[in-house]
């Protein structure tokens, strides 16, 4: 039986050899009132229905299939696809079989491509960022994707992203260079992410020109700026004071828990996914500090500052919050992170050390010093604190001796 395959497929080859010294003409193509072979490439046919319809498919087997399976791929149909652009597709196709690549999965490939949505896409993205960066980072990502991204190209192929629809996106944030320069970054991690994984075939970000790095900021509260902040009585006033206090990231905080902190101890437990670093972090709290979350009310939900009756979620209104904190007039022209750099110029003030301080921020020391030194800097880390506070309290007791 295997000697009688072998001897129809030689026929069949035979065949195919004649068929390309006898290739047809369109008008032939025109004519033909049963399923012909056309020439021009070998395993190229012209099928035509019993109703008298005609399309093109080839036959062709992939190189390396050890069960030498003869296969069959549609073309399209005549004359939407004429006789030329048949042969073209099928010369493609023989090449892609040659390769050992089944022509029909590399099409289907194709397909599935074409049908994958940005927002299928991001939403995938988003996932597997959830287990490789920090809280912080996924959750900037994510409202970046949403407001910036999403908004846009939520239901287009993500192959039609082109460089084009990315530079759009960053013109539109040219009044905000920092949120600009992470926008690249964003995108271009999320397209070569993609790539990777065979989604898209080129990464639209690589021939964009990185955006310019931001200058740092300077602003630092004043001394009145900071007893206005005392006066507040919203929940993002008082975490903008235990920002003050403890010198640290202001997401961090809004995701503070319950389990996380030591009053006793005066101390709070950053978990590593809470903190930028990706590394744990051991917090001192001031006195002041230990006075304010000890009389914070406490709901069912595990986040000290926690969203709704239960306080389920994390606090995530920061943007509305400082809105209505400078219509009161509680803040100016001042953002959150600047108090970061006020709780460090605080604690330069008072005398603490480089060192202290970004041990306190846990800001990276730079060179081999910083690969290979673990010392804690627990006991620092409270000096710094207290050096804040300290200087914290001198504001505030002078705005009491002003009578103000």
């Known amino acids: 039986m295997a000697q009688i395959w072998h001897k129809f497929d030689d026929l069949y080859e035979h065949l195919m050899a004649q068929s390309r010294l006898r290739a047809l003409t369109d008008k032939q193509v025109q004519a033909l009132v049963k399923t012909t072979s056309v020439g021009g490439v070998p395993g190229l046919e012209c099928c035509v229905s019993p109703k008298g319809t005609k399309s093109w498919r080839l036959l062709y087997r992939v190189a390396g299939d050890p069960a030498h399976k003869r296969r069959s791929l549609g073309l399209g149909r005549y004359p939407v696809v004429g006789l030329a652009d048949a042969r073209q597709r099928a010369t493609l196709a023989l090449r892609d079989a040659s390769d050992g690549k089944d022509p029909k999965h590399e099409r289907e490939e194709i397909g599935r491509k074409r049908a994958l949505t940005v927002e299928v896409a991001v939403a995938s993205y988003l996932e597997w960022c959830a287990s490789n960066n920090s809280v912080a980072t996924n959750t900037d990502k994510k409202s970046f994707f949403k407001k910036h991204f999403l908004s846009l190209h939520a239901r287009a192929p993500l192959a039609s992203i082109s460089r084009r629809g990315v530079s759009a996106i960053l013109d539109n944030l040219s009044d905000r260079p920092a949120r600009r320069r992470s926008a690249y970054s964003y995108l271009r991690h999320f397209f070569q992410w993609a790539v990777e994984r065979e989604l898209m075939n080129t990464n639209p970000c690589l021939v964009i020109k ?191 001796i002003d009578g103000s």
């Open 210 to 400: 990185t955006p310019k790095t931001v200058p740092s900021r300077e602003r630092v509260l004043s001394d009145d700026e900071i007893r206005s902040l005392w006066t507040g009585t919203s929940v993002l006033s008082v975490m903008a004071r235990l920002q003050l206090m403890t010198a640290q990231r202001i997401g961090s905080i809004g995701r503070m828990r319950w389990e996380d902190l030591d009053l006793k101890h005066k101390l709070w437990n950053v978990p590593a996914h809470d903190m930028k670093s990706g590394k744990s972090h051991a917090v001192p709290l001031s006195d002041r500090a230990v006075s304010l979350l000890s009389s914070w009310p406490r709901l069912s939900g595990p986040h000290v500052f926690g969203v709704g009756s239960d306080g389920a979620k994390a606090f995530n209104g920061r943007s509305k919050g400082m809105m209505r904190m400078r219509e009161s007039g509680i803040a100016s022209d001042w953002r959150l992170h600047d108090l970061r750099r006020t709780a460090v110029t605080l604690a330069q003030r008072g005398g603490a050390g480089i060192d202290e301080i970004k041990a306190l921020t846990q800001h990276k020391v730079a060179g081999v010093i910083g690969v290979y030194a673990r010392h804690g800097y627990e006991s620092e880390k409270r000096q710094v604190v207290d050096l804040v506070e300290m200087q914290i309290a001198n504001i505030l007791r002078k705005s009491r």
